[in-house]
């Protein structure tokens, strides 16, 4: 069974960092894309970083490069997330899902259930 | 960005057929995909590439569409299907998601 479950989540003051981990099981990690997707409070979802199966490329959206870093630890079986600089915009849970790619497209077929980070003083 | 635009709510009565729309500023051919989510979870994949449904989702849930014009139908619906349902495109960078469209049952 598939399995991707996220920690490290919490409060923390504007400017200062946070870094998610998404532990995953049940599947080969290092044959997939993986990706971080976030959703602020009564609002919608958004992309936030994807990174390759083997950690050689990375695409993050324009409001968070410089200031978030996705990186991955196949050993572990691990996804992580460094936040830096945080902002109170960056207020939301952030969910770990894994990409599957067919030819043509990808899509996000496997989610963990979350973690929430509050930025606030 | 590519940027997707879908009704905010619905409401319809168990046993009936639900269209649920999502329509994209620019072509994504056939990368469009459709999640669920109910209150508390996180999202579930339930079509992609348009018309493809994942394993284990029943068929009373169907994808339609290609270019900027996409559907998702559920019939019957039922009263488990009370949830939020989004469409995500991945053919342009970056990939978006729609606003999202909240089906309630009467």
């Known amino acids: 069974e598939v399995q991707l479950v996220e920690s490290g989540g919490g409060l923390v003051q504007p400017g200062r960092s946070m870094k998610l981990s998404c532990a995953a099981s049940g599947f080969t990690f290092n044959n997939y894309d993986m990706a971080w997707v976030c959703q602020a409070p009564k609002k919608g979802l958004e992309w936030v970083a994807t990174?390759?199966?083997?950690?050689?490329?990375?695409y993050y959206r324009d409001s968070v490069k410089g200031r978030f870093t996705i990186s991955r630890d196949n050993a572990k079986s691990t996804l992580y997330l460094q936040m830096d600089s945080l902002r109170s915009e960056d207020t939301a849970t952030y969910y770990c899902?894994?990409?599957?790619?067919?030819?043509?497209?990808?899509?996000?077929?496997?989610w963990g259930p979350g973690t929430m980070v509050t930025v606030s003083s | 960005d590519t940027v997707l635009t879908q009704s905010p709510a619905l409401a319809v009565s168990p046993g009936e057929r639900v269209t649920i729309s999502c329509r994209a500023s620019e072509s994504v051919s056939t990368g469009m995909h459709w999640y669920q989510q109910k209150p508390g979870q996180q999202p579930k994949l339930l079509i992609y590439g348009a018309s493809n449904l994942e394993s284990g989702v029943p068929a009373r849930f169907s994808g339609s569409g290609s270019g900027t014009d996409f559907t998702l139908t559920i019939d019957p619906v039922e009263a488990d299907d009370t949830a939020t349902y989004f469409c995500?495109?991945?053919?342009?960078?970056?990939?978006?998601f729609g606003g999202g469209t909240k089906l309630e049952l009467k």
């Open positions: 990174i390759s199966y083997d950690g050689s490329s990375t």
């Open positions: 899902a894994r990409i599957t790619t067919v030819p043509y497209y990808w899509y996000f077929d496997f």
């Open positions: 995500q495109q991945s053919w342009n960078d970056p990939p978006t």
